[in-house]
């Protein structure tokens, strides 16, 4: 409640101002999801059964723009359904605070933003809002911004701790505990290309005599992102690589590439083919010690290398790694909009099988396996979407071996979804 008392005095403060002087904006959002599980994310077990459930997220906000700052609130209530007592009081803290934020405007060109705030760039690979999950991604950082007619270059950094103290302390959260990155765009009238430069610090936390303290390993991410789009044609490719130590000071040597052509031969049809290679760690004992697994960081990983979301969610890292090839389309009819998706899975670094019954290690096929994704949206109102999915994976023994289960399952993932913007025609106080 006091969230919510909070953005009804701030939007009362902003409603005294003059309209000549700033506006005010409302936002929100409310989004439900069914989902089927059946073999999400990795092969359920034979004795395990799929799962149902479903999930909502309300998000209520106000943007207040000054001619020389601006302020962001958001809030959001993200839950399962069912996940307290209808006769429980609801204090299990799942409503939170998405955005809370300030700009300071210097000039037309220059701006600082501070506070809570999604950070997304490019295709979203590396640094992403993480809108399809229900909660979000979000930071704590402040970044200095540039802007003119053919640039845009980013300054971030970052630096985090639970709570304030009066000694050094250490950060247990499964979460970075600083960073610094540097993201410059430029464009063309056909093509435009990004650099990116990311200084990342993970805690590493260690006992000596009963006492614990922290160490900071620094990995390095840098590489670029560009686009060309002329009529009919789309052409996308990025690469990126890392180096540095990860959080366990195992040096780190990996990279990430992709390279996409897509063609429209109408305004209703789009295909596009592709590949996507993501360096792994070998399972082979006898290869070196350093840390060969890319990690995409704080991308919205969803959007690649299938829906089903066994690579990268919240899962294969410091593993095998990934070459994916896919072939995809998306056919736009009246309200609605078609989406196929066909991906070819292999695993980029040695999968060894230490079956009992073979005398010595073998290296297996890396052949991961196939999956389908299908999807149809319905764009019901301006304001109102209505989405729907199934993917099928069609998985190997590889597959099984790496994610740790050798029972034959079938493996697929149905969704619905509705997304309502209440307020994304309706600005009265401006």
């Not at 040597?253 to 360096?279: M, Q, R, T, V, W």
């Not at 019954?357 to 196939?370: A, H, I, K, R």
Request: neutral net charge; proline residues 3%; without cysteine.
């Amino acid at each position: 409640m006091k969230y919510l008392k909070g953005l009804m005095t701030i939007i009362t403060i902003a409603l005294s101002v003059s309209a000549t002087m700033a506006q005010l904006d409302i936002t929100g959002q409310y989004r439900v999801k069914p989902e089927f599980r059946n073999g999400y994310q990795q092969p359920l077990l034979a004795s395990e059964l799929p799962s149902f459930h479903v999930a909502q997220r309300a998000r209520l906000g106000a943007n207040y723009t000054h001619k020389l700052f601006k302020f962001k609130l958001s809030l959001q209530d993200v839950r399962t359904w069912g996940n307290t007592s209808n006769i429980a009081i609801d204090d299990n803290g799942y409503l939170s605070v998405y955005e809370a934020n300030v700009s300071l405007f210097f000039g037309k060109k220059w701006s600082v933003k501070m506070g809570r705030q999604p950070i997304s760039y490019d295709n979203q690979r590396i640094f992403g809002e993480l809108d399809w999950a229900m909660q979000g991604r979000r930071h704590d950082a402040a970044l200095v911004k540039f802007k003119d007619n053919q640039w845009k270059v980013d300054v971030g950094l970052t630096y985090n701790n639970e709570k304030p103290t009066y000694s050094h302390p250490t950060y247990t959260l499964n979460n970075y505990k600083t960073f610094q990155y540097v993201w410059a765009e430029k464009k063309w009238t056909d093509f435009k290309a990004s650099l990116l430069f990311l200084n990342n610090g993970m805690e590493y936390i260690y006992t000596v005599d009963s006492t614990e303290y922290g160490a900071i390993y620094y990995s390095q991410t840098f590489g670029a992102h560009l686009e060309y789009k002329k009529e009919k044609v789309e052409l996308t490719g990025f690469g990126y690589y890392q180096t540095g130590f990860d959080q366990s000071k195992r040096g780190i040597i990996a990279y990430n590439a992709s390279l996409e052509a897509a063609y429209k031969p109408s305004d209703k049809l789009k295909l596009s083919l592709g590949g996507e290679i993501l360096s792994g760690t070998s399972q082979d004992p006898s290869t070196d010690e350093y840390n060969r697994s890319f990690s995409p960081l704080y991308g919205t990983n969803h959007k690649f290398n299938g829906y089903m979301d066994y690579f990268y969610v919240g899962n294969h890292e410091k593993n095998v790694g990934l070459n994916d090839v896919y072939l995809k389309g998306k056919y736009k009819m009246n309200k609605f909009t078609f989406g196929l998706a066909n991906h070819l899975f292999f695993a980029n670094a040695a999968v060894i099988n230490e079956d009992s019954f073979n005398p010595e290690p073998v290296q297996m096929d890396p052949f991961l396996g196939y999956e389908i994704d299908f999807t149809v949206k319905y764009q019901f109102a301006d304001e109102v979407t209505i989405e729907a999915g199934y993917s099928h994976l069609f998985d190997t023994s590889t597959m099984r071996e790496v994610k740790g289960t050798n029972n034959q399952t079938t493996s697929n993932w149905a969704y619905l979804m509705v997304v309502v913007k209440p307020f994304k025609n309706y600005q009265p106080f401006k």
